[in-house]
């Protein structure tokens, strides 16, 4: 009797302390708390007054659960139970990633497929199958094929537009949302070939072209490629481009803004970006590094450093707000960048803050007018292996070991900089980890298969998507990957959807459209009164 009322209590939502053993009983209270969420779950059909895109770059399913465990041992948990924020959104689904002419994918393909609804050949932007890689000319006789990215949908309907992003803001994701290139390294002129006359490079494109020019927010990285004389860290080993033409595009960016008579800023520290907030502008530009912005955990969280992503997308939604809406692109790039290196640490540490902005965007908007997805461009070849403990650290080693004695971490990559082996001549020897710190920042997981360059490659697997908000039920079941910008412009009725918002069809898809006046209590009631109904005959 009192386990029933325990369950019926659990229902309702009511705090109770856990059990200190996960028992069956525990077991059957907390599935019927998932199942009571389910059921009373509400299709909400208004129509999108805003959407945010949160892309993780690389952040595979194994990624995203190694982080939700190190989130929960962090705050003193075994780690394995916890959820990260958009875990508990209420519908998820999975899409698949692949190029039109690669099954494992690099992040322009895929930056085309999330924001301008194709699938697209390897490292080439905002283009259809007609593209030719790296091959100017030829590309753009087929310039009528490019497509259009979301963003110039919502700016048709009057919405405002933007993005922020822990790369370069020429970066392949954050790229994609405006940018048409054979070739996603073309950043400056200073990497176009002589050959590539008729091509614009990324930068000149975000500057000068639509949609980007009318972007109200754009924040990252990736100074450098902005002027002709920019400085950049030659200890970095990242890419390096100076302006051959001699343009200084930060300064074209301010007189357009000028011209139109708008309020704008351009920033480069955390403390300007502070100041620029306080009389906040029409548009900003803030290009916080020479190229890409700083891990998380070595961010420099001073007034003259680099914003977090968090206090980036919060700046943005409250720059972005209006009443006919917006469309916000957040990407936390880095998650990805560590994984390259094999660097379990810095890339768990990553997505964790990619999580706090997720958190911030869904305290400063609405789940009745909002819809928010949190997806991946792609995964990694991350993998959670061995039979480790309940609450083992997941920086730390399986307690498995090989057959010759040797132990092995418990995230692991198939391949990268971190295969620990040598050849002696008459076999291979294995690094011993008993006394290496694996949790350590700089430590690089075991791979299984050396790469000579170092850099780890991407997974070719489905990635999750996460949706709340109106019509976010749509982010259910296998999807090809650019799905996820159809449902953006269906939601909101933008492009080729926009005459289906008026349709019978769409309203009649949800049982009993939603408002935000009605949010379906009715239906609600009635799950309640059945669930209730069948505890108590149970009683």
Same mark, same amino acid.
Not at 49 to 76: E, H, S, W, Y
Not at 131 to 146: H, I, L, R, V
Not at 448 to 468: F, K, M, P, S, W
């Given at each position: 009797?009192?386990?029933?009322?325990?369950?019926?209590?659990?229902?309702?939502?009511?705090?109770?302390?856990?059990?200190?053993?996960?028992?069956?009983?525990?077991?059957q209270?907390?599935?019927?708390?998932?199942?009571?969420?389910?059921?009373?779950?509400?299709?909400?059909?208004?129509?999108?007054?805003?959407?945010?895109?949160?892309?993780?770059?690389?952040?595979?399913?194994p990624?995203?659960?190694?982080?939700?465990?190190?989130?929960?041992?962090?705050?003193?948990?075994?780690?394995?139970?916890?959820?990260?924020?958009?875990?508990?959104?209420?519908?998820?689904g999975?899409?698949?990633? *692949?190029?039109?002419?690669?099954?494992?994918? /690099?992040?322009?393909?895929?930056?085309?497929?999330?924001?301008?609804g194709?699938?697209?050949?390897?490292?080439?932007?905002?283009?259809?199958?007609h593209?030719?890689?790296?091959?100017?000319?030829?590309?753009?006789?087929?310039?009528?094929?490019?497509?259009?990215?979301?963003?110039?949908?919502?700016?048709?309907?009057?919405?405002?537009?933007?993005?922020?992003?822990?790369?370069?803001?020429?970066?392949?994701?954050?790229?994609?949302? *405006?940018? =048409?290139?054979?070739?996603?390294?073309?950043?400056?002129?200073?990497?176009?070939?002589?050959?590539?006359?008729?091509?614009?490079?990324?930068?000149?494109?975000?500057?000068?072209?639509?949609?980007?020019?009318?972007?109200?927010?754009?924040?990252?990285?990736?100074?450098q490629?902005?002027?002709?004389?920019?400085?950049?860290?030659?200890?970095?080993?990242?890419?390096?481009?100076?302006r051959?033409?001699?343009?200084?595009?930060?300064?074209?960016?301010?007189?357009?803004?000028?011209?139109?008579?708008?309020?704008?800023?351009?920033?480069?520290?955390?403390?300007?970006?502070?100041?620029?907030?306080? $009389?906040?502008p029409? *548009?900003?530009?803030?290009?916080?590094?020479?190229?890409?912005?700083? *891990?998380?955990?070595?961010? @420099?969280?001073?007034?003259?450093?680099?914003?977090?992503?968090?206090?980036?997308?919060?700046?943005?939604?409250?720059?972005?707000?209006?009443?006919?809406?917006?469309?916000?692109?957040?990407?936390?790039?880095?998650?990805?960048?560590?994984? =390259?290196?094999? @660097?379990?640490?810095?890339?768990?540490?990553?997505?964790?803050?990619?999580?706090?902005?997720?958190?911030?965007?869904?305290?400063?908007?609405?789940?009745?007018?909002?819809?928010?997805?949190?997806?991946?461009?792609?995964?990694?070849?991350?993998?959670? @292996?061995?039979?480790?403990a309940?609450? @083992?650290?997941?920086?730390?080693?399986?307690? $498995?070991?090989?057959?010759?004695?040797?132990?092995?971490?418990?995230?692991?990559?198939? $391949?990268?900089?971190?295969?620990?082996?040598?050849? $002696?001549?008459?076999?291979?020897?294995?690094?011993?980890?008993?006394?290496? /710190?694996?949790q350590?920042? /700089?430590?690089?997981?075991?791979?299984?298969?050396?790469?000579?360059?170092?850099?780890?490659?991407?997974?070719?697997?489905d990635?999750?998507?996460?949706?709340?908000?109106?019509?976010?039920?749509?982010?259910?079941?296998? =999807?090809?990957?650019?799905?996820?910008?159809?449902?953006?412009?269906?939601?909101?009725?933008?492009?080729?959807?926009?005459?289906?918002?008026?349709?019978?069809?769409?309203?009649?898809?949800?049982?009993?459209?939603?408002?935000?006046?009605?949010?379906?209590?009715?239906?609600?009631?009635?799950?309640?009164?059945?669930?209730?109904?069948s505890?108590?005959?149970?009683?």
């Amino acid at each position: 009797m009192m386990r029933k009322l325990w369950g019926i209590l659990v229902a309702f939502g009511v705090s109770i302390v856990i059990a200190e053993h996960e028992d069956r009983h525990f077991w059957q209270a907390s599935m019927k708390d998932e199942i009571w969420k389910t059921i009373t779950a509400r299709r909400n059909c208004a129509k999108a007054k805003n959407i945010v895109v949160f892309i993780g770059d690389g952040m595979g399913i194994p990624v995203i659960t190694a982080a939700r465990i190190l989130k929960g041992q962090k705050a003193g948990k075994t780690g394995e139970e916890t959820f990260l924020n958009f875990e508990k959104f209420p519908y998820t689904g999975l899409m698949r990633t *692949y190029c039109t002419d690669k099954q494992v994918p /690099d992040s322009a393909c895929t930056g085309t497929a999330l924001f301008s609804g194709i699938k697209a050949p390897y490292y080439t932007l905002g283009v259809d199958v007609h593209a030719k890689y790296g091959e100017c000319k030829e590309t753009m006789k087929y310039k009528s094929y490019f497509p259009e990215s979301i963003m110039t949908y919502a700016q048709a309907a009057e919405k405002l537009t933007g993005f922020v992003t822990t790369s370069r803001v020429t970066h392949a994701t954050p790229a994609a949302t *405006y940018a =048409h290139s054979p070739h996603r390294e073309w950043e400056c002129d200073g990497k176009l070939p002589p050959e590539a006359t008729e091509c614009k490079d990324i930068a000149r494109q975000m500057i000068e072209d639509a949609p980007a020019r009318d972007f109200h927010v754009i924040m990252g990285g990736g100074r450098q490629f902005f002027f002709p004389n920019e400085t950049y860290n030659q200890n970095r080993s990242e890419t390096q481009c100076q302006r051959r033409d001699g343009r200084k595009l930060v300064e074209t960016w301010m007189n357009d803004k000028k011209s139109r008579n708008a309020t704008y800023k351009y920033v480069t520290t955390t403390s300007e970006l502070q100041d620029a907030m306080r $009389n906040k502008p029409d *548009y900003l530009l803030g290009l916080f590094s020479s190229s890409h912005m700083s *891990y998380e955990i070595e961010r @420099n969280t001073s007034p003259n450093g680099e914003p977090s992503l968090a206090d980036m997308t919060e700046s943005a939604i409250n720059i972005l707000e209006n009443d006919k809406g917006f469309l916000l692109m957040v990407e936390g790039a880095k998650i990805d960048h560590a994984l =390259h290196d094999n @660097n379990a640490r810095r890339s768990l540490e990553d997505l964790l803050a990619f999580e706090e902005a997720v958190e911030r965007a869904l305290k400063k908007t609405s789940q009745l007018d909002t819809l928010i997805i949190v997806t991946a461009d792609h995964s990694h070849t991350l993998t959670i @292996n061995g039979y480790p403990a309940r609450g @083992n650290p997941i920086l730390g080693i399986a307690e $498995n070991q090989t057959d010759f004695g040797l132990p092995y971490t418990t995230l692991m990559f198939t $391949n990268g900089v971190g295969y620990n082996y040598t050849n $002696n001549g008459t076999h291979i020897l294995w690094r011993n980890l008993t006394n290496v /710190d694996t949790q350590a920042l /700089d430590f690089r997981q075991q791979a299984a298969i050396y790469r000579e360059n170092g850099d780890e490659t991407h997974g070719g697997e489905d990635v999750a998507a996460y949706a709340i908000g109106p019509w976010a039920h749509l982010i259910t079941g296998a =999807h090809e990957q650019p799905y996820v910008a159809h449902v953006a412009k269906y939601a909101a009725c933008l492009g080729d959807y926009a005459e289906m918002c008026q349709s019978s069809m769409r309203k009649t898809s949800c049982g009993i459209e939603v408002s935000s006046a009605n949010t379906g209590g009715i239906h609600a009631f009635f799950i309640t009164t059945m669930f209730l109904t069948s505890y108590i005959l149970q009683l």
